[in-house]
């Protein structure tokens, strides 16, 4: 299974949502290449910041005329203008100020998660004060996101959380899936999401039911493990004025503890990671 790579941020979600009834918007877009999807026609970019759009974050973008990927690699300096039209957005007159050949190595670029890849047995603490790690989940499909209770924005934290909760739904209401599967959301603010905090946010979320948190866990690192977690899931936070700004991440993890698959973004349905973990308990090779 290859992972789908969907790199998003909540800057520029928020400028479509600001944009959405307005005809297209372009801005001078600048940055390096970190991977080309030359079949679908995109390529994530590590951008540069934006005045008054967005700040340096790397994201995926379709291009609007394939060919311009042609000549283009990974590490390559490029320019393009980034169009923003209603809810969509896409990279148009792509070109290469320096390749990759001519330039330094850039100093860091988001870590891509790949299939296959065993998960390291990292430690939490859940929503009853009690430690857990991700090794206990041997056995079964272990569906991860990450969030953070206090997030403001609708199609970021809330929009995730409302889908798990109905992928949880989805799975308990199947017998063959049920006892098979366990779902954990992390909070990556430490700070705030003490085990108290997410016991109630839990409960928001259907958690009066009996047994709710045998099968969904809201669950926290320490703070010195945080950046280690969000590496290995490619996903990546900054403190912006007292909001924490980021991107998303998704995984389903096998019953082997290694990566099945993994979604960067929101584009997913319930129904999609149903299947994945459905896939992921059927024996591999």
Known sequence: MIARIVLCAVALSLAMVGFACTSAQRYHLTGKVVTIDRADSAMVVNGDAIPGFMGAMAMAYKVKTSGELDSLSPGDTISADVVVQGADYWLEGVRATQHAGTAATP??????????????????????????????????????????????????????????????????????????????????????????????????????????????????????????????????????????THSLSTAVIGPDGKLFSWYHGNDWQPSDLVKQAAAALQPQG
């Open 107 to 244: 100093a860091s670029t988001p870590r891509l998660p790949s299939s296959g890849e065993e998960v390291p047995d990292f430690q939490l603490t859940n929503q009853n004060h009690r430690p857990i790690s991700f090794k206990q989940y041997r056995g079964k499909a272990l569906l991860v996101t990450f969030i953070y209770t206090r997030c403001p924005f609708p199609d970021y934290c809330p929009r995730i959380t409302g889908q798990f909760a109905e992928v949880n739904r989805q799975l308990q209401a199947d017998p063959t899936l049920s006892g098979k599967t366990h779902l954990l959301s992390i909070s990556f603010d430490p700070a705030y999401d003490t085990p108290k905090v997410l016991r109630a946010y839990g409960v928001t979320w259907g958690a009066r039911q009996p047994s709710f948190f045998d099968h969904w866990e809201f669950a926290v690192p320490p703070a010195a493990e945080l950046e280690a977690i969000a590496n290995f899931f490619g996903f990546t936070y900054t403190h912006d004025g007292g909001v924490l």
